[in-house]
Structure formats: C-alpha cells, structure tokens
T-cell receptor, first 114, second 112 residues
C-alpha cells in the first residue's frame, strides 16, 4: 500500500513566521502535489512537482513556495504566514502512466495562523 | 469560474437504499472524471474513475454514469451502508495534464 506521511497533524504558528510542511511518500512516485482544503471550496492545488527539483504552480501559489530535493520528499513553505493561510493542507503523490493514475493522499495538516 | 460543481452540500439516505451523488462540469476537454471519498481527519481516497469515452463504469456497489451531452456525472451507491457516510468529491482531469479540478464535495449521511 502507498503511504504518504505528513509530518504534523496539527500546527499553530504566528503571523509572519516562516512555516514548513513536510510530506514523504514511500512508493517511488514521480508526481507530488500540495493542496489546501477549505469549506465549500473543495481542494485547490497550490503546487505540484513531476520530478526532483521540478515544480509547477497550481491555482493558488501566491504566498507559498515548494522544495523537492529528493524524490520521496516534497516540502511546502509559507514564506511569511498570514491568517488567510489558516487551512487544511493535503499532500498527494501519483505515478505517471496511461489513463488516470490515482493520487494517494496523506492525512493532512491542519494549520492555524494566529 | 468553477469548472466542476457539486450543487448538493449534503445528502441523507436510509441504509440499504440507493445513494446518488451528482456532479456537473463545464469543460469539454476533461478526459477523466474521478470520485474520491473522505472521512474526517483522513486524506481523500480514490473510489472510482471513468474515461470521457465511456458512459458507465462499475466497481462493486459503486457505479459512475457519464452524460457528456449534459456535462453531468453521477455516482450511485447500492446498497448504501453506514460506512459510506463520508464527504464525496468529484474531480476532473484535463488531457495531458496531471492537475485535477475538484468540486466542493457532498457530505453523505447514511441513516440506520
């Protein structure tokens, strides 16, 4: 079974802090994704990566950056946290291939910015 | 501009009956449609997919129907069980693109 592990389930930070969210997958997947989930809005893609050191902006990249130095690890960075970044953050991974390859999700990090 | 819409925030169904979750989309370039299920405090898990060239896909108790002319898909769960109580997300994929476009989700409650 694919396992996607997010480093924290709950995190509380202060406005202006630099925040790191870590995600590790154990299935050698090329693709990794960061989403945020807010009530009534579904999942919105922040960034994704299709290879080590490669990244693509998603729908809402402002205020975030990412790092993928190793295939199994994808980090999301909030450069200067703001209260409107309080949300549930979900990491996912998938393999490329024909048709649709399901994304496998971690259990999420609920981040509160005070 | 919401390209994938789930218009029902919640749905309540009696155990043993059929649950029907609906999803509408606007972009004709989507090549796959997916359903994911999410329990509280867990990440979404993949449930079932359908290619845009098909109109039905079945997997056990779960069937997805695609009506391309109406730009509408639905997920049927028969029979509904208490463990099916969860939030169900509809999502769509653009051809040659890894990104998914997600609906807002429908909370399904199965009553005993």
């Amino acid at each position: 079974d694919v396992k996607v592990t997010q480093s924290s389930r709950y995190l509380v930070k202060r406005t202006g802090e630099k925040v790191f969210l870590e995600c590790v997958q154990d299935m050698d997947h090329e693709n990794m994704f960061w989403y945020r989930q807010d009530p009534g809005l579904g999942l919105r893609l922040i960034y994704f990566s299709y290879d080590v050191k490669m990244k693509e902006k998603g729908d809402i990249p402002e205020g975030y950056s990412v790092s993928r130095e190793k295939k199994e690890r994808f980090s999301l960075i909030l450069e200067s946290a703001s209260t409107n970044q309080t949300s549930m953050y979900l990491c996912a991974s998938s393999s490329p291939g024909e048709g649709y390859q399901p994304q496998h999700f971690g259990d999420g990090t609920r981040l509160s910015i005070l | 501009d919401q390209q994938v819409k789930q218009n029902s925030p919640s749905l309540s169904v009696q155990e043993g009956r059929i649950s029907i979750l609906n999803c509408d989309y606007t972009n004709s370039m989507f090549d796959y449609f997916l359903w994911y299920k999410k329990y509280p405090a867990e990440g979404p898990t993949f449930l079932i997919s359908i290619s845009s060239i098909k109109d039905k896909n079945e997997d056990g108790r779960f069937t997805v129907f695609l009506n391309k002319s109406a730009k509408h898909l639905s997920l049927h769960i028969v029979p509904s069980q208490p463990g099916d109580s969860a939030v169900y997300f509809c999502a769509a994929k653009l051809d040659s693109n890894y990104q998914l476009i997600w609906g807002a989700g429908t909370k399904l409650i199965i009553k005993p």
